[in-house]
């Protein structure tokens, strides 16, 4: 208790982290937004009977424990309370009770992030991420350099790829000829490494000339539709402005004369970085690609990239008493495009089918699907699960491998 | 308090230039080509998919009760596409109506006859995709295809069935198999290439015809077909070889007396060696015709029968590299495909109107026809041999064997003629009016027809001796007695 109480002292104190508290309560309402008007929502979720779990889990009919009414209610104290707390931290000097009902917002979003898996995003990762982070992390503004600048790093080491570097989401967004895609998807990857290295100088003119860098390149993503890392990046750049500001006022003796609240400690932001990169690394390097647990647990801090070439194909039926019909899932709205072809949430999906399938039609027995994808750099495709019976309640993605498309059953 | 610098550190400039370094040889190492002309998108075409392969996998695959053999040459009776019936067998001229059964469910009214052999008929329509019934009317099972493959704007459809499969060919080179007795789908093979006209079977292979260089057109080139061979039970692809020129649509024909296959492409008629097909298109001959010949010739011993877009008929002697044989100028429309009647130099054929009329293709010239009043839609005629009871006492020659014309009348009737003489020889009842070629055995047929209240059935026609043979009831049609 103490812990937390000394991380709401260091918020109270601060004007700059009160603008911090902003930043990300904006980016809490806007992923709110988003739950509100897509489909890949909690909301939506919590009305299907069948659990979608996260990687990490065996079983997670716990996320269920909730029934769709409590859910809603969750998810409109969870807007209460990020608008509450936006109010107090960027109209009032209240920023303790702004931290407070961050507390709320930021537990709340969570439990619901966590329902289920095909919530996982990127802007999600990070909003979430980064609000445990200021809310538990001692020595904010000195972490929350380093920890901007490592995502940055991480997402830069994501582009160091041949789907990025190609030039093809660049290509995709503007009539370009393709080598100035290349050239162009070159430079952002460049800016994403070198511009936020200069965010951790104290030289006002590396960290103004980084700072309006990384500006101008979010303002620019936000024109070509990335909006919700981008508004999270340009509040978080708004936050380390204002940051740096505030310590050239000399403001830190005034903070920590108190004999009470003694200078944070730096220590847990080198363990939160470490972590941090020790993950980042794992997954560029590919270490532990033979530990699928181990794997996906450290997936968890590792950012989605921003986008794959990649082709995937989906051919599922639907098996009912009278015969086999072929069918396409829905497209989901609010999905990242680099997860389009992720095999474990086209497992979600199809399960979530079984159950609006049983729903919609007594006649209905089982889904068979086969899903299959290939790289742009591969020769061949990659089957990643074949079944005739899908809808099977022992039939989960972790042992989805020993299921066999020609598994005898009662069709 | 920290007193603050504005200028960095030595040590913390050097070590940015050196981030600054590792950063641009990790961005180099990722795309080698950022300094070349070359993209590294063009690398990516460069690793296509190598090899086409079904799905699932044939180790995945359902396993077969049967290996998939022969063809279902429906809606024909021979695999040249002449309706004649066996030869060897004999018939008599009376048939009862021994079973009449109702398809349950009835298909929609859009839907179409696709496949019809001893065990079930195929219906395909737009809403439901293809269902099987069994020749007693029950449902056995649906398949439904994906809205995607059956828009509109999609070409048709072709189906094929051989002993154990069903073979659906979509558009964009998708086949999808489906065992017969169970409708469980056995392999989808997706060649992402349009096939250009209906497959073929050869032994254990499916052979599928589809254009081998797209950009050959836009290159100003002749394009070239390639035949895609496909193993029937597995869907494994066997082998791809050159096909010849494409100059537009085709259809083709086997002509077994010929040991080739046949192919009519607009004005184009030329032949290809079947037994060399397994290696290469061998070319035996060709031959171009004044005007466009009409689909689905019809292949009868050597002979092959045309007709064109100006209303004539054109028999090509495949023996002889495609010699024109006999022309003839035809009066009417054809309504189905033309009929030889074996050993009477006679062709027959039902014009749009339901008019029967006779050829002889030896004079060249019209032999006679016949206003069948015929009130339901099917145009197809077969011909069989009669017993020879049959010859003496309807004054048939005898070196005719036999051999009549059988073909839909009046409204819900079969009739037998005599090709000499157009001589009405019997009528066959049926419950309704026939909608598709029946199924001809040596001693029943199977037709499917729509009764007066517009319900599609399944009629079972038996000839007397067989029904007594078998021990059935003999139900009173009142149809001519022996």
New interface residues.
Partial sequence: MEFIKSNIYEIKKSSSLAILGVALSVAQLFQAYVWMTSTNSPLVFSAQTTSMCWPIFSSCNWAHWASPGIISGIFWLYVIATVLALVFFLFTRAAGVGASLFWVSTLTGFLLYLQDFRLSSNPGFFTFFLSFLFLLIPSKIFSFRWIIFSLYLSQ?LLK???DW????WVLAQFHVP??FG??IS?LS??IE??AP?TLL??????FWSGWLTLFFYHVLLMSVGVHQMSALFLGLLVFLGFADWE??K?E??YIYQSFIRPEPSRIWPAVVLLIFWFCQGSRYFQIFNHEPRLNSSINLLVPYPMTV?EECEL?A?KVSK???????LEPNTGRAESMVCHPYLQFLDLKSACELSAKESEDFVTI?A?F?S?R??????K?HF?T?NLCDPALQFSNIGQN???SKQE? | ?EF?????KWY?TIL?VG??AA??Y??F???P??YS?S??????SS????TV?P???PK????LEETPTGLSTWPYLTSGHANIANPEVTRGKSFREIQVANLNPQPPKDAGVVGFDATQVLMLDSEN?LASYSIDGS?M??????K??LTAESPKPYVLMDSALVYLILSKGRIQT?QKT????QW?MELDTDVLSEPWFKENSLIVTTLKDVSAAKNKKTPITELIFLDRSQGTLQKKIDGFENKGPFVQVLAPALKARIFVQGTRVFAINESKLNNAVDILWTVNLPEEAMPQPIVYENLIILTTQGNHLTILDGAKKGQTETEIDLEAEIGAEITPIPLTQRLAYLDKRGTLRVLDYQKGEKAWKYDLSIRGPLRHLWSARLKGAFIQEFDMKWVHKGWTIWSPCGSKQFCIYNPERGQLINRIELSGEPMAQPLVFDRKLIALIKKPGGELAISHQMEPSEIKRLGLSDPSTGSSAE
């Fill in positions: 830069a160091l790829n041949s570097l190609s030039g093809g393709d080598k290349e050239w070159g990857t460049l490494f070198i290295a100088m104290r030289d006002g003119r590396y310590e050239r000399l830190r003796e070439m051919l039926w009278q015969g086999w019909e072929e069918f396409q068979a086969i299959k290939r742009s750099f591969d020769s061949e495709s089957i074949q005739s066999s498309w020609n069709h | 308090m603050e610098t504005r200028a960095l913390w940015f981030y600054v950063v641009g990790l961005l190492k990722a795309n080509y950022l002309q993209t590294l998108k063009s690398r990516a690793f296509e998919e190598g392969t799905q699932p996998s995945n695959q359902f396993p995709g449902l099972w649906r398949y439904k295809i994906s995607d493959h489906i169970t409708g469980r789908p989808l």
